[in-house]
């Protein structure tokens, strides 16, 4: 898969990255617009949206009521009717309020209705975490739509295939669900001025290494290098996978490092039952020679807001090392790093949002 | 009755249609107990003038959304009969090569949008196309409109307060009408609303309603005609709560007045003013004979296509997930 050479690259960030994206997108298609709350405001979700409607007007940056059912719907019959629609969500747990409309209609209405109607829209929404992000802004529900034939799932944990990533899930002619994470907006890649797509199903090996993979999920990925620079220094060498699409996944490159490395570590920015590291699992197990696998994710409870507690309930580079460790030296006596890097970005981030 | 005499041109083609769509039902239930339709069927007999009268005012390259009973509306719109008959029955022939049944009929190029199981559900997208049809250029008054049908159950769903917000906040071109019959299943209005008043709610949306309490084809036509020409105007939606009466049961061919929720004393006044036999009636007897031959040689041909259309290959079951 290509990464970032393009000799026109700038640093870019994961926000500007989107917002060029769509600014391209809908420069190139009239029929592409974006609606949602607060898209047209002074805060353009978190930038994310800032000067389209300046430029494009409310007819196709438009703010929305609080009607996320009835605008899901809205959106899937103006795509059967030809128009490329992204809803964007400040919260990924606002998707809940659309999930008939997503999963009874948008992922199924190509299917249901023989081939008479696609529906190209885009599902953009944010996954919070930190600054007391809580029980209700923080939930990762990626692996809940990667169960329903007819929708896309992409997760992109980088400038660079944030923006292609999006330009791809605009021009697609399926509902794509587009998974952000509030602490990559911060993080910087070269990312090349002319409109490029990233294409679907393709994972990316981002650090290279022979004595275990692991598989990092959207902000799980920045976690999961990080864990690699420490094993490195207890003489681990880890490679790791960034899936970016969810549905479709590239089954075949994360399988072939596990087979090649003997050892999986698979970490989502989610719960682990049912989720999108068990489907990781079983896809990579079910094409033999099994490599030794494991799963982390939230802890198996809901996400607390004070800090104290809710440091526990993530993964970290630590407890990733750690756990990758003890993978990888099971005779070892467990082996745990001395200090946890607190990542620029997380330090970064503060409220009020 | 009420409403003014149509012209006998319009006479003669909504009975056609009222027609079309009573035998077409019936065929329906006398096939059922044969298990050729492989699909839960709702059907619509005694609700056919609610379709008709709205339908035949819409234009060509109108759009319009209906529900799981939603054979009258399909007819009514112009969907094919023949992909109909083969759909129900689950062959390659059918409007979605089998994979709609009765509950998902869809034919876009008769401006037929699929239908949907889930109560309330086709309210928004009905809406979203209205939403791209308010951005295509047309000229003033000649601009394209969506009517949207649902039952009574339908306006107890919260998306369809919220799609009545956004389509009045937007002014978009379309039409909705409440087909009223009175339950949901089983379940009678008085368990299920605190009050009837249910134009009143829909004004407070700033929105026109119209309630029709006779289920009159031409009263319905009149009244959809009038409200249709405002919101090509550019005027915005309107709400049309039209009163009628689900005649069989819920869902297959039969009747269920033994069962324990109605009786058939409900029935009777609907009987009496039926839509089918009152148009008929004011027709003349060689053209209504003439009418009525044509419809039954058309439904004949479509239960024969549906017949000998094959079944799906296998390999359709894949195909369509993913749209390319």
């Known amino acids: 898969m290509s990464t970032p050479t393009d000799p026109n690259s700038r640093n870019l960030s994961y926000v500007d990255a989107l917002n060029e994206a769509v600014e391209q997108e809908m420069d190139l298609d009239p029929g592409v617009f974006v609606i949602g709350l607060n898209v047209d405001d002074h805060k353009g979700i978190q930038g994310t949206t800032q000067g389209l409607f300046d430029k494009f007007g409310p007819e196709r940056v438009m703010d929305t009521p609080l009607s996320e059912d009835a605008v899901t719907g809205i959106c899937i019959g103006a795509a059967m009717a030809g128009m490329r629609p992204i809803h964007v969500h400040i919260r990924m747990d606002f998707l809940l309020l659309c999930m008939n409309q997503l999963i009874n209609m948008a992922a199924k209405a190509h299917y249901m209705y023989g081939g008479q109607t696609r529906v190209p829209m885009v599902v953009r929404s944010i996954i919070g975490k930190s600054w007391g992000q809580g029980a209700q802004h923080s939930q990762g529900l990626h692996s809940m739509f990667m169960h329903v034939p007819g929708l896309k799932v992409v997760a992109p944990t980088n400038a660079y295939d944030a923006k292609g990533c999006l330009i791809a899930a605009i021009r697609d002619n399926n509902p794509v669900i587009f998974v952000e994470h509030r602490l990559l907006y911060s993080t910087n890649a070269p990312v090349p001025k002319a409109p490029y797509t990233v294409e679907f199903g393709k994972a990316r090996i981002v650090g290279e290494g022979d004595d275990i993979t692991l598989v990092g999920i959207s902000y799980m990925l920045v976690e999961c290098l990080a864990a690699r620079d420490l094993l490195a220094e207890a003489g681990v060498s880890a490679e790791v996978i960034d899936p970016v699409s969810l549905m479709p996944l590239d089954v075949d490159t994360i399988a072939q490092s596990a087979g090649r490395t003997g050892k999986m570590l698979v970490v989502d920015n989610a719960w682990t039952a049912a989720g999108a590291g068990a489907e990781i699992v079983a896809a990579v197990c079910e094409r033999g020679n099994a490599p030794t696998v494991g799963r982390m994710g939230y802890a198996a409870t809901t996400c607390p807001t004070t800090p104290s507690l809710e440091k526990d309930f993530y993964p970290n580079a630590t407890t990733i090392a750690a756990k990758a460790f003890a993978m990888v030296q099971p005779d070892e006596k467990p082996w745990t790093p001395d200090a946890e890097p607190t990542l620029p970005h997380e330090a970064a981030f503060k409220g009020p949002f | ?324």
């Open chain 2, 1 to 324: 009755m009420s409403g003014n005499t149509p012209d006998q041109e319009t006479l003669a083609r909504v009975y056609r249609s009222l027609r079309l769509i009573r035998r077409t039902e019936e065929e329906i239930a006398r096939l059922y107990p044969f298990d050729k339709i492989k699909s839960p069927v709702h059907l619509s007999i005694g609700q056919e003038s609610v379709s008709v009268g709205v339908c035949d005012a819409l234009q060509p390259g109108d759009m319009m959304s209906a529900t799981y009973r939603g054979h009258a509306a399909y007819l009514a719109k112009g969907g094919d009969l023949n992909q109909m008959m083969a759909e129900l029955y689950g062959k390659d022939g059918g409007g979605a090569g089998g994979k709609a049944g009765s509950m998902h009929l869809v034919d876009m190029k008769a401006g037929v949008l699929g239908m949907s199981a889930v109560v309330g559900t086709t309210i928004p997208i009905a809406a979203g196309f209205a939403f791209a049809m308010k951005r295509e250029e047309k000229p003033e008054g000649q601009g394209r409109v969506t009517a949207c049908f649902f039952g009574d159950g339908a306006t107890e769903e919260g998306v369809f307060s919220e799609t009545l917000n956004f389509a009045a906040l937007h002014k978009l071109p379309i039409l909705f009408v409440c087909e009223n019959n009175g339950f949901a299943i089983h379940s009678p209005l008085s368990n299920r609303w605190a009050t009837e008043a249910l134009c009143e709610r829909v004004r407070t949306y700033s929105i026109p309603t119209h309630e029709i309490g006779d289920a009159n084809v031409f009263t319905i036509r009149e009244t959809a005609t009038s409200a249709l020409k405002a919101i090509r105007a550019g005027d915005g939606p309107q709400f049309m709560e039209c009163k009628t009466y689900r005649w069989r049961e819920h869902v297959g061919p039969g009747e269920d007045y033994d069962d324990d929720y109605r009786t058939r004393d409900g029935l009777a006044p609907w009987q009496e003013n039926d839509a089918v036999t009152t148009t008929g009636d004011m027709l003349d007897a060689p053209e209504r004979e003439a009418i009525d031959a044509d419809v039954e040689q058309q439904i004949a041909k479509a239960v024969e296509f549906a017949e000998q259309s094959p079944w799906p290959e296998p390999e359709e079951l894949f195909s369509h997930v993913y749209a390319d």
